[in-house]
């Protein structure tokens, strides 16, 4: 029964170990892309807003028309607000599966969730609770594997998809002003969307035959 314990706290070290560095890295950057959003957000926002200087002026003209954003700043301010909710999404599900991957390496707390419950002592029930007591720590193992999985792939979901918001808007914003510097940020985009579709498409090829040996 020992034995049994000290194998699943090994593969649960094994899995969380491995994917602790990559975690890391993913809550850094997503903290960072987040406050540089952030920052874009504050200044964008203010087109959303009429000038006081507009303002005042419409006073003195006394003109009634009434102050409306263009469409590109709305486009612009829906797509990085939307783009920082699923950052701040991405960090969340790092912090989720940090915990849960924590909690499942500590013994004492295992132990107290799958421990066998006392019993009269007889050796076909102490057989039948060793059983149980396996079963369930095989069990357990592998529905911690199978969140602490959704938990990351969650959030390399939804920094991947946060980027995919963020350039358009940029893309737009600067395409206003510079169309040159909006096609070169355009072609560097999908550029690095392609690179990202095929690490990704090359990571679950190797996760498949990683499993299936």
């Known amino acids: ?97 940090k915990a849960m991957g924590r909690r499942v390496l500590d013994r004492e707390e295992i132990e107290a969730m799958f421990a066998p419950k006392a019993t009269d002592g007889s050796a076909q029930q102490d057989c039948t609770g060793s059983g149980r007591y396996r079963f369930q720590l095989t069990e357990g193992h592998k529905a911690f594997r199978r969140k602490f999985e959704f938990l990351t792939m969650s959030a390399t979901i939804t920094i991947s998809a946060s980027l995919t918001l963020f350039y358009p808007g940029l893309v737009v914003l600067i395409y206003t002003s510079q169309r040159g510097i909006a096609w070169s940020v355009a072609a560097i985009a999908v550029a690095m969307g392609v690179v990202s579709f095929v690490c990704v498409l090359h990571d679950v090829y190797s996760a498949s035959r990683y499993d299936t040996e």
Do not use: C
């Not at 997503?30 to 005042?56: C, N, P």
């Open 1 to 97: 029964m020992a034995q049994r314990l000290k194998d699943v706290l090994l593969k649960n070290q094994r899995l969380f170990s491995r994917e602790s560095p990559y975690l890391d890295a993913l809550l850094v950057y997503a903290g960072l892309f987040s406050a540089v959003l952030a920052a874009f957000l504050i200044e964008t926002r203010k087109d959303l807003q009429e000038d006081v200087l507009d303002e005042i002026l419409q006073e003195l003209r006394q003109s009634d028309e009434p102050f409306e954003a263009t469409v590109i700043a709305k486009w612009v301010n829906g797509l990085w607000f939307a783009s920082l909710s699923l950052s701040l999404a991405s960090a969340l599900f790092v912090i989720l599966a």
